[in-house]
């Protein structure tokens, strides 16, 4: 039974346009949520972080929404740059248990 | 500042054998975790460590599995009896702290492969 799921395997966008990323989860004990960015050969690496007590959090050109009741969070970038093109993972964290669930993935290309 | 680095970069094994994996987390940083990440998923919680000890090991899949980090610093995962389904690439990670909001670092990982 997998608590963190991204439907999408894979998103193709412009240069320049927005690339929307989502992340819908199933325990409602999970109330920290982050983004993770991996290019090939390389671990993850942090990009931004939400609360569950906010339902936005904005840095640069990343923006990640949260919706509660929906149990649904999505990663914004806006524009979109070719350097982007990496695979993304979200992670919800129930913070009294400490440990990070992930979900499968994915693989953003962004096109010149 | 050197980040985490995981030795070595690639194991290949035969069925049955006994592997160590070594995890070097970023000096000072007290708390470690171990990820497993098969092929087409994210990565999957085993184990992480507050200093010496293993605060959480739950997501170790059954005792082949073994990891310690005996003086706070440097960690080793260690597989018994290798199968084929331990395949996998093996990810550390460390952060300052064990409080949720301390980002982890994470290491380029160990890809294993069981024969």
């Known amino acids: 039974d997998q608590q963190v799921k991204q439907n999408s395997p894979s998103l193709s966008v412009q240069e320049g346009r927005i690339s929307i990323l989502n992340c819908d989860y199933t325990n409602s004990m999970f109330d920290y949520f982050l983004w993770y960015k991996k290019y090939p050969a390389e671990g993850p690496t942090f990009l931004i972080s939400i609360s569950s007590i906010k339902d936005k959090n904005e840095d640069g050109r990343f923006t990640v929404f949260l919706n509660k009741s929906a149990k649904h969070l999505s990663l914004h970038i806006v524009p979109s740059q070719p350097g982007d093109s990496a695979v993304y993972f979200c992670a919800a964290i129930e913070t009294n248990a400490g440990k990070s669930t992930f979900g499968d993935g994915t693989t953003l290309t962004v096109k010149p | 500042g050197a980040g985490v680095s995981q030795t070595p970069s690639n194991k290949v094994t035969e069925k049955g054998k006994y592997v160590e994996l070594r995890c070097d987390p970023i000096?000072?940083?007290?708390?470690l975790y171990w990820y497993r990440q098969s092929l087409g998923q994210g990565p999957e919680f085993l184990i992480y460590?507050?200093?010496?000890?293993?605060?959480?090991d739950s997501g170790l899949p059954n005792d082949r599995f073994f990891a310690v980090r005996p003086e706070g610093s440097v960690s080793t995962l260690k597989i018994q009896r290798t199968e084929r389904g331990d395949s996998a690439v093996y990810l550390c990670?460390?952060?300052?702290?064990?409080?949720?909001?301390?980002?982890?670092?994470f290491g380029p990982g160990t890809r294993l492969t069981v024969l």
């Open positions: 000096s000072g940083h007290t708390a």
């Open positions: 990670a460390s952060s300052l702290g064990l409080a949720y909001n301390n980002e982890q670092f």
């Open positions: 460590f507050q200093g010496t000890g293993a605060a959480d």
